[in-house]
Protein backbone atom coordinates (compact mmCIF):
# COMPACT_ATOMS: atom_id res chain seq x y z
CA UNK A 1 0.00 0.00 0.00
CA UNK A 2 1.11 3.34 -0.95
CA UNK A 3 2.01 5.33 2.34
CA UNK A 4 2.71 9.32 1.88
CA UNK A 5 4.47 10.95 4.70
CA UNK A 6 3.65 14.71 5.35
CA UNK A 7 6.36 15.70 8.44
CA UNK A 8 3.70 17.65 10.56
CA UNK A 9 -0.19 17.55 10.33
CA UNK A 10 0.27 21.20 12.20
CA UNK A 11 2.25 23.86 12.45
CA UNK A 12 2.35 27.74 13.65
CA UNK A 13 4.97 30.18 12.02
CA UNK A 14 5.15 33.84 12.19
CA UNK A 15 5.03 36.11 9.20
CA UNK A 16 8.22 36.35 7.29
CA UNK A 17 9.47 32.95 8.61
CA UNK A 18 10.76 30.52 6.34
CA UNK A 19 9.11 27.38 6.57
CA UNK A 20 9.75 24.13 5.25
CA UNK A 21 7.12 21.14 4.38
CA UNK A 22 8.66 18.10 3.56
CA UNK A 23 6.65 14.83 2.33
CA UNK A 24 8.42 11.59 1.80
CA UNK A 25 6.49 8.23 -0.21
CA UNK A 26 7.91 5.13 -0.37
CA UNK A 27 6.57 3.58 -3.43
CA UNK A 28 9.26 4.75 -5.76
CA UNK A 29 7.02 7.02 -7.44
CA UNK A 30 8.69 9.57 -9.81
CA UNK A 31 5.79 12.47 -9.82
CA UNK A 32 5.10 14.38 -6.70
CA UNK A 33 2.73 17.03 -6.22
CA UNK A 34 1.85 20.01 -3.49
CA UNK A 35 -1.05 21.36 -3.46
CA UNK A 36 -3.29 23.63 -1.27
CA UNK A 37 -6.80 23.28 -0.14
CA UNK A 38 -8.92 26.31 1.08
CA UNK A 39 -12.77 26.45 1.57
CA UNK A 40 -14.78 27.00 -1.23
CA UNK A 41 -11.82 27.16 -3.88
CA UNK A 42 -10.44 23.17 -3.72
CA UNK A 43 -7.22 21.71 -4.57
CA UNK A 44 -4.89 24.12 -6.18
CA UNK A 45 -1.99 23.10 -7.47
CA UNK A 46 1.75 24.84 -6.33
CA UNK A 47 3.97 22.90 -8.03
CA UNK A 48 5.18 19.12 -9.33
CA UNK A 49 7.80 17.19 -10.15
CA UNK A 50 8.28 13.97 -12.48
CA UNK A 51 11.93 13.32 -11.64
CA UNK A 52 14.77 13.89 -9.15
CA UNK A 53 15.58 17.69 -9.53
CA UNK A 54 12.61 18.54 -12.17
CA UNK A 55 10.15 20.67 -11.34
CA UNK A 56 7.38 22.40 -12.78
CA UNK A 57 5.12 25.22 -11.51
CA UNK A 58 1.66 24.57 -10.89
CA UNK A 59 -1.45 27.08 -11.07
CA UNK A 60 -0.16 29.21 -7.68
CA UNK A 61 3.32 29.35 -7.80
CA UNK A 62 4.21 32.61 -6.35
CA UNK A 63 5.62 32.89 -3.03
CA UNK A 64 6.10 29.09 -2.80
CA UNK A 65 9.05 26.92 -3.90
CA UNK A 66 10.12 23.13 -4.02
CA UNK A 67 13.08 21.33 -3.76
CA UNK A 68 13.45 17.22 -5.13
CA UNK A 69 16.92 16.25 -4.06
CA UNK A 70 15.80 12.45 -3.78
CA UNK A 71 13.44 10.70 -5.13
CA UNK A 72 11.56 9.63 -2.47
CA UNK A 73 10.64 13.23 -0.79
CA UNK A 74 9.39 16.35 -2.06
CA UNK A 75 9.85 19.96 -0.03
CA UNK A 76 7.73 23.03 -0.10
CA UNK A 77 9.66 26.10 1.00
CA UNK A 78 7.56 29.23 2.15
CA UNK A 79 9.97 31.60 1.27
CA UNK A 80 8.61 34.69 3.58
CA UNK A 81 5.24 33.66 4.96
CA UNK A 82 2.85 35.50 4.88
CA UNK A 83 -1.31 34.79 6.34
CA UNK A 84 -2.26 34.48 3.37
CA UNK A 85 -0.49 31.35 2.91
CA UNK A 86 -2.65 30.10 5.68
CA UNK A 87 -3.74 26.83 4.44
CA UNK A 88 -4.03 22.90 4.19
CA UNK A 89 -1.25 22.08 2.30
CA UNK A 90 -1.15 18.26 0.91
CA UNK A 91 1.16 16.38 -0.83
CA UNK A 92 0.45 13.61 -2.96
CA UNK A 93 2.19 11.11 -5.71
CA UNK A 94 1.76 9.29 -8.38
CA UNK A 95 3.65 6.22 -10.28
CA UNK A 96 5.61 6.93 -13.77
CA UNK A 97 2.84 7.03 -16.88
CA UNK A 98 0.10 7.62 -14.25
CA UNK A 99 -2.44 8.36 -16.50
CA UNK A 100 -4.85 5.66 -15.67
CA UNK A 101 -3.54 5.72 -11.97
CA UNK A 102 -4.90 7.75 -8.82
CA UNK A 103 -2.83 9.93 -7.02
CA UNK A 104 -2.42 9.07 -3.38
CA UNK A 105 -2.09 11.31 -0.45
CA UNK A 106 -0.36 12.61 2.81
CA UNK A 107 -2.48 13.54 5.75
CA UNK A 108 -2.42 16.92 5.12
CA UNK A 109 -0.42 19.88 7.04
CA UNK A 110 -2.97 22.38 8.24
CA UNK A 111 -0.52 25.83 8.80
CA UNK A 112 -1.20 28.90 10.10
CA UNK A 113 0.77 31.97 9.79
CA UNK A 114 0.06 34.58 12.53
CA UNK B 1 -15.20 27.89 -17.36
CA UNK B 2 -13.94 25.49 -15.43
CA UNK B 3 -12.52 22.58 -16.32
CA UNK B 4 -14.01 20.11 -13.89
CA UNK B 5 -17.46 21.36 -12.82
CA UNK B 6 -19.48 19.71 -10.14
CA UNK B 7 -22.55 21.09 -7.76
CA UNK B 8 -21.32 21.96 -3.98
CA UNK B 9 -24.33 20.95 -2.68
CA UNK B 10 -25.02 19.99 0.35
CA UNK B 11 -26.77 17.05 -0.24
CA UNK B 12 -29.03 16.88 2.60
CA UNK B 13 -30.54 13.19 2.72
CA UNK B 14 -31.77 10.32 5.09
CA UNK B 15 -30.31 7.31 6.41
CA UNK B 16 -31.31 4.48 3.14
CA UNK B 17 -32.11 6.89 0.73
CA UNK B 18 -30.14 6.50 -2.52
CA UNK B 19 -28.43 9.57 -3.87
CA UNK B 20 -26.67 10.89 -6.88
CA UNK B 21 -23.88 13.38 -8.07
CA UNK B 22 -22.83 14.38 -11.63
CA UNK B 23 -19.64 15.89 -12.35
CA UNK B 24 -19.33 17.85 -15.92
CA UNK B 25 -15.36 17.95 -17.65
CA UNK B 26 -14.61 20.24 -20.67
CA UNK B 27 -11.45 18.12 -21.83
CA UNK B 28 -13.59 15.63 -24.39
CA UNK B 29 -10.02 13.55 -25.02
CA UNK B 30 -9.82 13.35 -21.26
CA UNK B 31 -8.52 9.38 -20.22
CA UNK B 32 -9.11 8.51 -16.78
CA UNK B 33 -11.52 9.53 -14.09
CA UNK B 34 -11.71 8.75 -10.48
CA UNK B 35 -14.15 9.84 -7.26
CA UNK B 36 -12.43 10.61 -4.54
CA UNK B 37 -14.04 11.16 -0.80
CA UNK B 38 -12.69 13.74 1.25
CA UNK B 39 -13.72 13.78 4.68
CA UNK B 40 -13.76 16.83 7.15
CA UNK B 41 -10.27 18.41 7.76
CA UNK B 42 -8.86 14.47 6.53
CA UNK B 43 -6.89 14.26 3.30
CA UNK B 44 -8.99 12.74 -0.19
CA UNK B 45 -9.04 9.31 -0.48
CA UNK B 46 -9.23 7.04 -3.37
CA UNK B 47 -13.20 5.94 -3.34
CA UNK B 48 -13.21 4.42 -6.99
CA UNK B 49 -11.47 4.76 -10.67
CA UNK B 50 -14.69 5.22 -13.14
CA UNK B 51 -14.42 2.92 -16.33
CA UNK B 52 -15.84 3.54 -19.85
CA UNK B 53 -18.56 0.07 -19.43
CA UNK B 54 -19.56 1.61 -15.33
CA UNK B 55 -18.02 -0.11 -12.52
CA UNK B 56 -19.70 -0.77 -9.40
CA UNK B 57 -18.66 -1.65 -5.80
CA UNK B 58 -21.07 -2.56 -2.88
CA UNK B 59 -23.52 0.13 -2.63
CA UNK B 60 -21.33 2.69 -4.88
CA UNK B 61 -21.82 2.54 -9.06
CA UNK B 62 -19.67 5.15 -11.57
CA UNK B 63 -20.26 5.77 -14.58
CA UNK B 64 -19.18 7.96 -17.48
CA UNK B 65 -20.78 9.17 -20.34
CA UNK B 66 -18.39 10.45 -23.01
CA UNK B 67 -21.00 11.80 -25.73
CA UNK B 68 -21.92 14.22 -22.91
CA UNK B 69 -18.83 14.81 -20.73
CA UNK B 70 -19.68 13.61 -17.53
CA UNK B 71 -18.81 11.45 -14.87
CA UNK B 72 -21.87 10.31 -12.04
CA UNK B 73 -21.60 8.78 -9.08
CA UNK B 74 -24.74 6.77 -7.34
CA UNK B 75 -24.86 6.02 -3.55
CA UNK B 76 -27.51 3.15 -2.80
CA UNK B 77 -28.56 2.81 0.67
CA UNK B 78 -26.96 5.92 2.09
CA UNK B 79 -25.41 5.55 5.56
CA UNK B 80 -24.20 8.44 7.94
CA UNK B 81 -20.99 7.22 7.67
CA UNK B 82 -21.49 8.62 4.22
CA UNK B 83 -21.24 11.62 5.08
CA UNK B 84 -18.16 13.55 3.73
CA UNK B 85 -17.49 15.37 0.12
CA UNK B 86 -17.00 13.75 -3.31
CA UNK B 87 -14.16 14.74 -5.08
CA UNK B 88 -14.38 14.27 -8.83
CA UNK B 89 -10.78 13.61 -10.53
CA UNK B 90 -9.82 13.94 -14.71
CA UNK B 91 -6.89 13.38 -16.20
CA UNK B 92 -5.56 13.54 -19.38
CA UNK B 93 -5.33 14.13 -22.65
CA UNK B 94 -2.92 12.28 -23.96
CA UNK B 95 0.39 11.77 -22.50
CA UNK B 96 -1.19 14.79 -19.38
CA UNK B 97 -1.01 13.15 -16.34
CA UNK B 98 -1.37 16.43 -14.17
CA UNK B 99 -5.24 15.57 -12.61
CA UNK B 100 -7.84 18.28 -12.33
CA UNK B 101 -9.75 18.13 -9.73
CA UNK B 102 -13.26 19.30 -9.13
CA UNK B 103 -14.38 21.21 -5.65
CA UNK B 104 -16.01 18.51 -4.52
CA UNK B 105 -19.73 18.02 -3.64
CA UNK B 106 -20.93 17.59 -0.02
CA UNK B 107 -23.17 14.90 0.87
CA UNK B 108 -24.91 15.15 4.54
CA UNK B 109 -26.51 11.53 5.59
CA UNK B 110 -29.18 12.45 8.70
CA UNK B 111 -30.81 9.55 11.33
Known amino acids: DVKVTQSSRYLVKRTGEKVFLECVQDMDHENMFWYRQDPGLGLRLIYF???????EKGDIPEGYSVSREKKERFSLILESASTNQTSMYLC?????????????FGDGTRLSIL | RKEVEQDPGPFNVPEGATVAFNCTYS??????FFWYRQDCRKEPKLLMSVYSSGNEDGRFTAQLNRASQYISLLIRDSKLSDSATYLCVVTGPGGSYIPTFGRGTSLIVHP
Open chain 1, 49 to 55: SYDVKMK
Open chain 1, 92 to 104: ASLAAGGGNQPQH
Open chain 2, 27 to 32: NSASQS
